[in-house]
């Protein structure tokens, strides 16, 4: 059974991270699932907000964005408009969680670590390719203050690995990693982020038409394990590569 | 194995559903799971949004809030701050996405529900409460508009029952129906949202310390299937008695 | 010469005060004249607004919101529309300038109340409950903080009593406590704040369709200071019961 | 019993309007309380708002502000903060009501005037000194609509005049037209606004901090009929001038 | 070649500047370029915002706007609209840098000057009014600084004079100080801010239809400076008269 | 004399146009001055805004907007803050009246171009290098539209060629296209529009440090002159590739 695409139902589409495609940034990513690009950047800055002061602990936090035109008919600004919507509040929510279940805020300090996440071109998929580009640009953001000793030695802040894919069922079958057009189609949706060794940070599924049932469900969750043992390999082979 | 009120870690919260607290709302509960309390109306007019116009098909939205008390401590109003909250908006999409899974659009014909549900009162699962109240109040209003010959008769706009519940580890046990101070506690936290049928609508599940296994997340969607068991009966209970 | 409902021109509709309706809230209040009801809290805290910080005395301040379906036909949320509308300033305002004029700010010391009242269901007359009802809420507060000793002893800082009617001229006849029907076809329209000693706080009447004479005022004055007496009995009767 | 100015207690300040301060405005007056100035415009258009349409009657609304000067000390603009305060939204509501009151508008059919009351100068009294001017710049309008044929011949749309003034006790002393440093003394304040046969349209007092007695209001309101009265010749005779 | 005004190309309109106009503002001025009306007020205040603190330097900042019906038809309220266009913004921009052109902030001190351009009527040049009035404002409010002894005696804050002119290119002629109906007719529009002594602060010039040539630019380049010189002589007569 | 980046004053920096950066929309240019990085799109719509309707001519406009993190400190994102800055809205504007200098609006038709903008890398010249590279989306969107037959063919929309640089005197020097730290240091700022054929669409000067003279002024344009001859080229080179 063959997808539009001409992909396997459990296989991811092409990706790539492009490291340091930003020169001001700490840490900076292009990456692309298929046609899905997303250019996340990570910014460091000493100090934490209020609520956190003292604490000793640092912050990580996360904005995401799409250009008005990086879908097929223009969008308008949401700076013009005057008020974010409510799915940019969920998604940059989404990816802040995500990348704060991998740090150990003792050891980041009294740090706070700013992840932006603009998608140049959606194609589906937006969420979960910013989430799989933040964790690589913030890895290069904590090398980066480890090395200018913002960040002190000993024990390091990253504790793990994270990665995040859509799945869904299409056409009553289970597919890895949807483009634009199967998610339209698409009758249940879910977003997945998993850490390298496997286990969940966030599961969210939707029925978009008919409610799923737990084996649906459970066929949903083994192909998103799989696709992000598939994601993490790409980050760590990118991450292996002089920035 | 006692939880912070006395329950077993299976067991829900006192549930209450009382039908018509509002004289002008086309359908209304006032629902209370322990001591959170949640108003929700249901309104029923004619017509649609633009972007549906002329299809034939009705549609179905919620708006969710919490008074400023309903808390421990105060929080400021949206309205006096100018902006909803990402939390919010998150919740508010949840509340409407899992009613629009209930109905047929097209037997509802253009007419457009709006769902409020405004916490009274919080003390955890404010929106699983809110999801289970509100539609108690949507079927009141579907029969009122079915009554007034709004709604065509024939086919039935109503084509399922709907419930959630939280559901979390806290303390390493899987629990049923957290409560505030439960909810505080939880490594991992997880909504679910069900038909009367046992299948998903909704499954958020979120790693608030430590991600979560496979074999956890089994046991609290067994957990949710079970609770949300329990919350249709009392739905099918309150809409059985006398309004 | 009898009312819509029933009254005499000179009569309240039933006052009802549920004092303690909220866990979290210092003092709490569901009022309710006939229909209307208001749920007013009242959250005190430590600490005072900066430009009255180091003056040794406290504030208190007042919001006032209506629930989108208290009305008759939903209204949209100020929230939503990202901006509060004149009338709900006017009435917060109101409601806050009443409380002030009983309160001894040095006996509150650098205390600041925030009374809450949000009504539940509207039928005329919520700025009136509003201010009833919060009264009783600041005073249960207070009671509160002087039992937490958050407020030092010796000085009372609650120096009088307030409450609030609506009076106003409809079918040529001077009528107390206007219903929604009644407000809507009032000639001439009057929100009236006395203290417990009959005196006045606020005086706020206005022509909705002929100018209104002397005499007609006088009449009208003559009806909210009887209106108001029987709401400081109201007032009192539910202080003095067990909270 | 002299005030700061000089004035007997019953003693208006000079009052000045000058017609056809703008070229543009179809009526247009810079009235002066004092140092007060204001400087109101009645744009007149044809059409009325959405809600309005096809009844045949017009609309009179109205806008007050303050310019940011226009006081002791600077205050922020609105626009840069991106919102209206309360007190802006109260007393431009007021205005709109109080011009309303001597308006038929079914005589003005469907057009729309709108009343820019903007403070050039403030010391006490700017919300009367704007009901009284842009009574005149109304006037004018009208009279400019009429030439023009846009209203039509036959039955007059201006069926009163209408003008305003505050009354406060300073001192223990009732007291005509507050300038500032009165105002800011006064232990009770109150804005009437009377037609010219000495009736009332709106009558707002307010306890600053003693609540009033029925004797001292009824003082105050024979002060501010008086005040009226003086205010009604100064417009007579500004109309009267030759434009 | 005649002007619709009957002024020849090179020739300004009848410029006032009345100073004074305000009791409350350390300067003030009511400027006018034929009827082009624009009141500016300096408000002088100690202190400089955070980004500035302690470097021993003042700050000089300027706020535009429009009244509503300053036009020939009625504008909306950027207050009642939410936000400030793009315009005001542009223009309030251009003043305050205008202005700082000829400011030592060293011996200003810590001192914030905000320059406020409220435009009473308009008839084109609005911002080159606007800069030419809030010099005169500027140079009063410095003045009074200097007499209050808030600012330092010594050196001299203001180290220049500066005034603007709009110049542009109309049914192919260079003209000076352009009237609102010449600049709607305009093919090129420029406006150049000079200081006395004939140097450029700003040279803003836009192709209205046609792209100009080199040329064109040179005789709008001349026109503007000799404007400018005469503004300049306009404002010290102004200045050297008693306040 | 040797500049930062080892230029000579008359000298661009690299420029890279990279047509075809989005597979969504009709134009799209990635554009490189140096290290700023414009990512241009141009969406052609058909229909035009209200205010052109029946014209028979279309309409261009443009947003400009900095990723967070274009810079070298993070910016706040202006949806966050709920208003687009002064200067976002002063770039837009330039943009957008610079691309309509070379549009016939009847050849256009009634159809609309946006102009999106948005800065990936800013190293000085953002505005310069969006406008140029706008140039080139729009040529690209207009071509299209004239395949798929959205513009009628006969006449062409295009009527000119534009680009834009900055010029600036640093140490004295009048230096071509400024970076970012000699944008800094510069005592005189312009940028300048010119079309293909040399002649100026928009000329802003500001004096950043001392006012200018008229010699200074022609130096400066001369070399704008001669910097937009140099971008013309590369604009037409890349237009010359196959898309």
Chains 1, 2, 3, 4, 5, 6 share one sequence.
């Not at 980041?108 to 071109?121: A, K, P, Y």
């Not at 998929?125 to 090398?143: E, K, W």
């Amino acid at each position: 059974m063959s997808r539009i695409d001409g992909r396997t139902p459990d296989q991811l589409r092409p990706v790539t991270l492009e490291r340091g495609w930003s020169k001001h940034a700490e840490g900076s990513v292009l990456i692309s699932f298929g046609d899905t690009k997303v250019f996340c950047t990570a910014s460091i800055t000493e100090g934490v907000p209020r609520w956190r002061k003292g604490s000793g602990e640092g912050w990580v936090t996360a904005e995401y964005a799409m250009l008005p035109r990086s879908t097929n008919t223009r969008g308008d600004r949401e700076s013009v408009r005057g008020k974010i919507g409510g799915r940019t509040h969920e998604i940059s929510r989404l990816i802040g969680r995500s990348l704060r279940a991998v740090i150990d805020f003792k050891a980041l300090g009294e740090n706070t670590v700013v992840l932006d996440c603009d998608v140049l071109q959606a194609d589906g998929g937006t969420r979960t390719a910013a989430i799989t580009g933040a964790y690589v640009a913030l890895a290069d953001a904590i090398t980066w203050a480890q090395t200018k000793k913002t960040i002190k030695a000993g024990r390091q802040p990253l504790i793990g690995t994270v990665s995040a894919v859509s799945v869904g069922i299409v056409g009553g079958v289970p597919m890895l990693d949807l483009c634009y057009e199967e998610d339209v189609r698409a009758e249940t949706d879910m977003n997945v982020v998993c850490t390298g060794d496997g286990r969940f940070v966030e599961v969210q599924g939707t029925a978009e038409a008919e409610p799923f049932a737990r084996d649906e469900l459970n066929a949903l969750l083994d192909l998103a394990v799989s696709g992000c043992a598939g994601l993490d390999t790409a980050q760590r082979e990118a991450l292996a590569r002089t920035l």
